[in-house]
């Protein structure tokens, strides 16, 4: 007998993939078979036969399974029970943040969704443990990615685990826990001296003579199936209901555009009880914030922003190949792209972490001092329910984090001690 935590991940059950569509132009691509991005260029998206899924299980069946992101199996792409590649991922916890909301002024609910707590400390685990299960049932031997280091690290994690090769290229100021988490894990590991775009040249140019198969963000199919999982948890946590606001850190965009395909494959199942959606608010940093200034302009595609520099890695991604599909969600929503600035969303990581005891990243910062903002504009209503995603613990940013006792202040004053 299997341990009953493992039961999603020894029980066949049906999947429901018909195919795979172009984000951009809608042209079908066939399913079963590897793809990177569509024939037009654009990132694919995985399709289902909604109506057979939803003659298939029930949310009683769902909630009555062990609680890891392998409950949702029949909405995820893998075909067999073999290539599931897993190290645990257990249901992020909703935590309320009470503390923080009567700081911020509101009386309604903020809670966050704490993303720290997965296999190798980030919500990256939930994509990559997709893509790498459908890597593995595809045959694919060699993984290669351009990462700022939380993507690098999961990648590392799961091929290991799935006995795959794993190539990574960092820029080199890449938080160092990053850099040592994936050589520990397995993976092959360099220090580029550049920017992720550099390190994606690098990846595409070996690709031919390496044999390698590109898992960059939203480069190949799956990454946004397993974010998916955030959405699908979201809503089964909250009851099926969805909260009023969600706040996102925003890079690459996989988490937004995966947590919106989820609402929109819930919305279509017609499992959500009310079927208002929740306001996305993609946060970015002020010093590389390509979504917001494209938001700002109403164009559809960003710009790539020049000069990227924030201490929250995962945002630092000067041009996203999804730039499209993360605005059209954003505008759908009802909510907006915003910025924080580098001093702001550092000293909010700060105080909500001292206020409420979380492992909040500095890339929650951004959404908290989004947050704080749109409290004080009315933006954000003081009953509504606000989900803050936090996408990573921490304990993976101590250069960020470090903040000594200034030697010129008075020796009395104890408060910047840390
Ligand atoms: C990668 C990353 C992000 C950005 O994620 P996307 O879904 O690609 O926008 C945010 N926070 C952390 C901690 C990350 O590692």
């Given at each position: 007998m299997p341990a009953p935590l493992a039961r999603n991940l020894t029980e066949d059950r049906p999947t429901f993939v018909t195919h795979l569509e172009c984000s951009a132009t809608g042209e079908r691509h066939a399913a079963d078979v590897l793809h990177g991005l569509?024939?037009?260029?654009k990132p694919l998206l995985v399709r289902y036969d909604l109506e057979a899924l939803a003659g298939s299980v029930t949310k009683d069946q769902l909630g009555a399974?062990?609680?890891?992101?392998?409950?949702?199996r029949e909405f995820?792409?893998?075909?067999?029970?073999?290539h599931l590649v897993s190290l645990g991922e257990a249901m992020t916890p909703l935590v309320s943040l009470s503390t923080l909301a009567a700081t911020v002024g509101i009386n309604g609910e903020i809670l966050v969704?704490?993303?720290?707590?997965l296999p190798t400390g980030s919500f990256k685990a939930r994509g990559l443990a997709l893509a790498v299960s459908m890597a593995k049932e595809l045959g694919v031997h060699r993984l290669a990615m351009p990462t700022n280091g939380n993507a690098g690290a999961a990648l590392a994690a799961y091929g290991s685990r799935a006995g795959l090769e794993t190539y990574v290229f960092c820029p080199?100021?890449?938080?160092e826990v990053n850099v040592r988490e994936i050589a520990l894990q397995g993976g092959q590991v360099w220090r580029v001296n550049g920017l992720i775009d550099d390190c994606g040249r690098i990846v595409a140019d070996g690709k031919g003579e390496m044999g390698w198969f590109d898992v960059s963000t939203?480069?190949?199919?799956?990454r946004i199936e397993g974010k998916k999982t955030m959405g699908l948890e979201l809503a089964e946590q909250l009851g099926w209901p969805l909260p009023d606001v969600i706040l996102y850190p925003t890079g690459g965009g996989t988490g937004l555009i995966g947590m919106w395909k989820a609402f929109d494959e819930l919305r279509e199942l017609g499992w959500?009880?009310?079927?208002?959606?929740p306001r996305m608010i993609a946060c970015q940093a002020a010093g590389c914030a390509p979504i917001v200034r494209a938001f700002e302009a109403g164009e559809r595609f960003a710009e790539p922003f020049p000069d990227p520099e924030t201490s929250a890695s995962g945002l630092r991604?000067?041009?996203?190949?999804g730039d499209f599909m993360i605005l059209d969600a954003v505008r759908a929503s009802g909510g907006s792209a915003r910025a924080a600035a580098e001093t702001d969303l550092l000293e909010w990581t700060r105080r909500a972490a001292a206020l409420e005891g979380i492992s909040f990243a500095p890339e929650t910062g951004a959404c908290l001092a989004v947050l704080a903002e749109l409290a004080t504009t009315g933006d954000?209503?003081?009953?509504e329910q606000v989900v803050v995603f936090n996408?990573?613990?921490?304990?993976?940013?101590v250069e960020a984090l470090r903040s000594p006792l200034p030697r010129w202040d008075p020796a009395t004053d104890w408060g910047t001690l840390a």
């Open positions: 569509s024939a037009a260029g399974r062990p609680p890891d992101m392998w409950r949702y995820l792409p893998v075909r067999r029970t073999e969704k704490d993303e720290g707590r080199e100021d890449t938080p939203l480069k190949e199919p799956y959500l009880d009310d079927t208002t959606m991604v000067p041009s996203a190949v954000i209503g003081a009953d996408t990573g613990a921490a304990t993976k940013y």
